[in-house]
């Protein structure tokens, strides 16, 4: 049995084939409402990628969520090879869990060429090293004294390091003026193996994590009460250069609206040397609690 959550979440997207393009994912039990997208996403993804010759490492995703997962019951990874052609592999997958489809995925995989040019934005501004900055927990214990059971649970599940760039903010005078903006710095707490689909995964599962702060902190704190019900309703992702998820990287966030209950976040990620890896699209929907 693996203790290390780094090791269970290797564990997690290492999917159990039962056919020659259906796979069955586990989800973990856990006293959540509904499975965590990034996971969904991430198994999802390793069932395209198990289909797909190993060449060829993904390139984008394009998803949608379409019900609540249930905790603790199997998901099945249904893949249509939609392509295989000279340069790209396309796959759709559908995730099913009682019967029910709650989730889709199209995949496109890129066999590796040499561009003719090159360009990139770089980060928005300049941010402090990991290693200076405290982590939630830590955060939290700075303000509350103490972490609350069910955070310091959750702290131990955790399969990522996740440094804020800015100080979390406490109270609702705070976010007054906020612009929807967030930076996080993320690694796996350990070693995640050699396999680039790993990788891809994993990152696919912390995309999912933060990117939707960036709607909220002009409306609450991120960390105290929840006065709105929040889901991911898409996803989509663009991978440019290969990485290592167990490796720092810099997730920088925004939200350029919300409007009609829905808000829309961009992320980009980018290595310690400033070199972007991976662009993220995600909309949320947003209720407020009672309504």
């Known amino acids: 049995m693996t203790t290390n959550p780094a090791e269970r979440l290797v564990d997690l997207l290492d999917l159990e084939r039962i056919e020659v393009d259906i796979f069955r ?3 973990p039990q856990e006293s959540l409402q509904r499975v965590f997208g990034g996971q969904v996403a991430g198994q999802a ?4 990628g198990r289909t797909t010759e190993g060449d060829r490492p993904v390139h984008s995703l394009h998803a949608y969520f379409l019900r609540p997962g249930r905790p603790g019951v199997p998901i099945v990874y249904q893949v249509e090879r939609v392509r295989d052609g000279r340069s790209f592999t396309t796959r759709r ?25 090159e360009h990139q934005l770089p980060p928005a501004r300049e941010v402090p090293d990991p290693e200076s900055l405290p982590t939630v927990a830590q955060e939290i214990r700075e303000h509350l004294g ?7 649970r959750m702290a131990r599940r955790q399969p990522f390091d996740i440094r804020y760039v800015d100080r979390l903010r406490w109270t609702p005078d705070e976010v007054v003026g906020a612009e929807p903006r967030s930076a996080v710095w993320m690694r796996a707490v350990g070693p995640l193996g050699d396999d680039p689909l790993v990788h891809t995964c994993a990152l696919t599962y912390a995309s999912d994590m933060t990117l939707l702060d960036a709607v909220r902190i002009p409306v609450e704190p991120l960390w105290g009460p929840r006065g709105f019900d929040m889901a991911s309703l898409d996803h989509a992702m663009w991978f440019h250069r290969p990485f290592r998820a167990d490796e720092w990287f810099l997730y920088d966030q925004e939200s350029p609206i919300a409007v009609g209950g829905r808000g829309l976040a961009r992320g980009r990620i980018y290595d310690r040397a400033g070199r972007l890896l991976v662009s993220v699209v995600q909309e949320g929907l947003f209720r407020r609690l009672g309504d």
Not at 45 to 48: F, I, K, P, T
Not at 105 to 117: D, I, M, N, W
């Open 25 to 27: 994912g586990r989800s």
């Open 45 to 48: 993804l390793v069932a395209a």
């Open 146 to 152: 103490a972490l609350p059971e069910q955070l310091e």
């Open 93 to 117: 997958v559908t995730a099913v869990q009682q019967g029910r489809t709650i989730f889709n995925l199209t995949a496109s995989f890129h066999k590796p060429e040499e561009g003719s040019f």
